[in-house]
């Protein structure tokens, strides 16, 4: 890795999750009794940075959080990870983000996110030049105006600009699709900007409408992108899933650090598919994300 | 009423409820965006308590939070609507229970409620010379040696005991039914102690085993009850439903003032009826619970 390692600036939300852990998912209206409780960031870019910094990057993170107890809290949180955030501003008056994740024996979820709609939307006090030393950006499309104001720059710069493409509220501005350099979807957000029709079919009508590269992560079935129009597929790594809460952040995040380094994007997906699935193989949260170590490893042994 | 008016001691949890409002109720493992958030106090005897003040009696909790921020946003919440705290004792390590709730745009609810094995169950500590003062006790079944505890300790003293039997874990100490002077069962709490069957046989089976006065709120039903061995009947106050969280618990407030205040269990039934229809035809939670003067419009109207 380059001294001083790449440093990846990732724009999007940083919440808390309130994981209850279910005996059983309930399918209906019902009053039921969870056996456990962890309060854990979460948030895609949040993760996102922290995989970053697991991963031996600088990692800074761009966002809002509530003037409130559970805003601190994020940030603490964060910042015990390694990663840099003066940027993230406590809005006055606003209420942090806070989801309510149900998870049951089996690794299954379901999740209720709530962001506060005072939560204000203008990007326009984030701090672009700071991109000057920056190898990447990672965005997800839950600060959408920052997603495109802050993809702008880092291509007006000539940096990769990685969006997280994830599936949206109806209604939600996609402007920032047309200034990323790299969208990496997955398969709901697929769904939802392409419709109907396979990966690959969903693959080639967002480069059509983009013209930028397009990825798709389809869990254990690995990651498939275009190039030059061509369908590019690399599988998963073979571990047993036992929590896949924040994979797909993980992945983003590696992903994003990869291009930093300057490995094509062929190589950050192998070297994102490898942390994606170190982090689906460990119980826990941030604090099981992967180490370099540990995805090298993985890499190391899928070879041999 | 008289005056000072009587004291109802509640026993049993305190909890913060975050209430997720949702277009539609996830059904299976997914991801939703809620329309809105509410924090709000909630469990059974912390419910009850707050009716029993709204409606003009003197209402002190008996409870334990975590000593965290939200035990101390629990104690103040309940403090303004003019509960007695001074016996919410703060359990150091120990987190407060946290409900999540989903409640869709029909009313119906989803609630995965988290109680920490860390809060120490024993009732020892429990101002018992207290109820020298009180007319009634109401204890719910989350906090089970407590109810057992104090409700043996109100049937010494000759004070009405009223337990909230709702549908418990698993295993849970059930020794509270055989010192209770009054068990009013929830529909769930009533099929898991007496097994199958219809209410009216439930009640049967639960006054054999316990001797006792046994009734079971039964929704849009009304309540049931035996008096003599014979099935007594409240149909529900007319009402058009429109929020229904914690209806059960004012009713249980409702009616334990209602025997502190001298009534017998069948007036007090129509009293915690009336008081439960109101709080159903309003949205909003504790601050919507009836008054006095909302309840006795109520069966005035449905008198004449």
Redesign the interface.
Known sequence: MPNPPPKVVCVGIAVMD?V?S?AE??????????T??AEVGGGPAANAAVTVARLGGRATLWARVGDD?VGRQIRDELAGHGVTVDRVRAIAGA?SG?S?V?L?GAG?????????PDLDTDPSWLPLAELSDSGAVLADMRWPAAAAHVLAAARARGLPGVLDAD?V?DGTDCSAFRVASHIVFSQ?GLAQAAGDGDLEHGLRVMAAETGTWVAVTAGGEGVLWLEDHVLRHQPAYAVTPVDTLGAGDVFHGAFALALAEGREPGQACDFAAAAAAVKCGRHGTRAGYPTRVDVETLIGEAVS
Chains 1, 2 share one sequence.
Not at 25 to 34: E, I, L, N, Q, V
Request: aromatic letters at 12%; glycine letters at 4%.
């Open positions: 309130h209850f279910v998912m309930p399918s209906r209206p019902s009053k039921s009794f969870a456990g409780f107890a209420r806070l309510a149900l049951d299954e979820r379901m999740i209720v996110n709530y962001a506060d599936r509220p709901p």
